[in-house]
């Protein structure tokens, strides 16, 4: 049987009787750590399964659906071999031209079948010159994609229209995606972006390119990629304890927040009942390692630390009001390893 963690009288630590220990220290929000997370945060390279997201755009192909106009100069005779009808007011129907079967191949007049799945309008353009110059002398074609059907991509969460995008002669970038999508929302974490492409995912943040130099609209994506912009409120900080509104409180648009906006939009400390030396970060409370950072508020420079301290998801920021049996309570709510018999020696400064 364990018991709950208590602190020790000279108020030097927090201590169980377990068969093991887990150690998990207070540490003192200060310019000494800021200094070492910042210098963390500044050398934090991209991912390299990130890295091998950016290219050069190549150029569109044509596929099974793609719509085709190809044009004989002089012969308006062949114009009559679309066979489409007039132009219809439903956005879903094809435009009038000639359609790639699921084959790849389309029929031309005097041409025959040909393949065209894999080529640009160029190479199609050229098959058709080579064909029908054993009818025409000279012949002028131009090809072009009247209706691009055959590859698209998807875009989910918090853009203003989610669902399919088609892929377009316009090379599909992250950013043209999204833009194409409506754009971000306001409720959109941009620094939670996932990319999911052949059974893998791949976590974009676009605060931390642009720190690292890199444009988002270097990432080039492919047919069949599905992109998905996360929520803030999915990435909430919880404010309890001695404060004025204990609140979830959400991130900034680029995924950031500091301890001090976390604090006001919580309506700061409750100076009737709170004990502003006594304020604290727990990080990583469900899993195997957490960390509990503390701040003294009563420091002249306290909220120049709060200000530069970084949360992360899920953080819990804690006041307390000196009671100290009441953070011994918090403690046994969010740090599973203790009740779960792990137990915790937790030392404190």
Request: charged share 20%; proline share 7%.
């Amino acid at each position: 049987m364990v018991t709950p963690p208590t602190l020790d009288e000279a108020g030097g630590e927090y201590s169980t009787e377990p068969t093991s220990r887990v150690k998990v220290p207070i540490t003192d929000i200060n310019l000494k750590l800021l200094r070492k997370m910042n210098e963390q945060s500044a050398h934090r390279p991209i991912p390299g399964p990130t890295q091998g997201l950016f290219g050069k755009p190549t150029g569109y192909r044509i596929g099974p659906g793609d719509v085709l106009q190809i044009t004989v100069w002089d012969h308006p005779e062949l114009a009559a071999a679309l066979g489409q009808p007039a132009m219809s007011n439903r956005t879903d129907d094809a435009a009038p031209g000639f359609v790639v079967d699921e084959g790849g191949n389309v029929q031309f007049p005097y041409a025959g079948t040909v393949h065209v799945a894999g080529d640009s309008a160029e190479q199609i353009r050229r098959k058709i010159v080579s064909r029908i110059s054993k009818v025409f002398k000279n012949p002028e074609v131009t090809v072009r994609v009247a209706s691009f059907r055959a590859q698209d991509i998807y875009v989910d969460g918090e853009v203003g229209k989610p669902g399919a995008v088609q892929m377009t002669d316009i090379p599909m970038t992250l950013t043209e995606a999204i833009g194409r999508a409506g754009g971000f929302t306001a409720a959109a974490d941009q620094s939670r972006v996932t990319l999911v492409r052949g059974g893998n995912s791949y976590p974009i943040s676009f605060s931390d390119l642009v720190k690292a130099g890199r444009n988002p609209s270097e990432i080039v994506l492919k047919p069949g990629d599905m992109v998905r912009i996360g929520s803030r409120e999915e990435n909430g900080v919880y404010v309890m304890g001695e404060v004025n509104k204990p609140a979830t409180i959400m991130p900034m648009r680029n995924g950031r927040l500091s301890l001090a906006d976390a604090l006001s939009q919580a309506g700061s400390l409750n100076p009737g009942t709170s004990n502003a030396k006594q304020l604290f970060v727990i990080r990583d409370s469900t899993g195997s390692n957490p960390q509990i950072y503390h701040l003294d508020a009563t420091s002249p420079v306290s909220m120049v630390l709060a200000n530069q301290f970084e949360l992360q998801p899920k953080d819990v920021v804690y006041v307390d009001n000196g009671a100290l049996v009441k953070f011994n309570r918090v403690l046994n709510l969010f740090l599973p390893a203790i009740n779960a018999g792990l137990t915790a020696a937790i030392v404190t400064k």
